[in-house]
Each structure stands twice: as structure tokens, then as C-alpha cells.
């Protein structure tokens, strides 16, 4: 699996490179942006998903989790607007095949990496 982690970004891409479960291509939370510290990758999840299929077919998941955590965790008008934003920002990404969501050229890339770690 090849993941990309935003600082910036309001989501987070996983590209399931090896089929095991054959569920998705795709994988992407949406969260508030990635931080790195200590050596440590943190990310607040925001119940929001969505999923790649592997017919290519997008599936918006857990939105009925974010609407009630929403209200029951008292999320700032910001987080709701940013995080539908990044829905927006996905949907049309996904649309558009471009990175992070360009799934054919990450799996090209996990491959490679791959084959340079085995071979050396």
C-alpha cells in the first residue's frame, strides 16, 4: 500500500497496491491535516471516507458518523466547512485522476520500490 499524508491537505490517500481483500482500489479519510512529530505521523480522523471500488465505482462512507460527531463532539463551523471542502476537493481529484488520487502511477511507484528493495 502506498499512503499520502497531507500537512496541508484535509485527507489522506491510501492506494491499495496489493489486492488481498479485492474491496478497494482506494481508500481516503478525511481528517484534519497530518503532523510529524518526534518521528511520529498523528492525524485526527474525521469519520468521513471515501472508497475507491475496484470497478472504479466511488462509494462516500460513514457520513451519518461525522454528522452525529458533528453535533455530539461540538466540531467548529471551520472543521465542518473544511471538511466538506476536502470532500469537494476529492470528489473532483478522483474525477480528474490527479495526484494524490492518480491510482495507475502509485502502484507503478510501489512496484518499483518494491523491486528496489528486494534487489538490493
Not at 484534519?32 to 465505482?57: G, K
Amino acid at each position: 500500500m502506498i499512503e499520502i499524508y497531507g500537512k496541508q491537505k484535509w485527507y489522506h490517500v491510501w492506494h491499495i497496491a496489493e489486492q488481498i481483500s479485492n474491496t478497494n482500489r482506494i481508500y481516503i479519510h478525511i481528517a484534519l491535516p497530518a503532523t510529524f512529530q518526534a518521528r511520529r505521523l498523528e492525524w485526527t480522523d474525521l469519520d468521513l471516507d471515501y472508497r475507491v471500488h475496484l470497478d472504479s465505482s466511488i462509494e462516500l462512507l460513514d457520513q451519518a458518523d461525522f454528522e452525529h460527531n458533528m453535533q455530539h463532539l461540538r466540531y467548529p463551523p471551520e472543521v465542518i466547512e473544511q471538511a466538506w471542502a476536502a470532500c469537494r476537493e476529492v470528489e473532483v481529484g478522483l474525477a480528474h485522476g490527479t495526484f494524490p488520487f492518480d491510482y495507475d502511477q502509485q502502484v507503478e511507484l510501489y512496484h518499483r520500490l518494491k523491486a528496489q528493495l528486494y534487489a538490493g
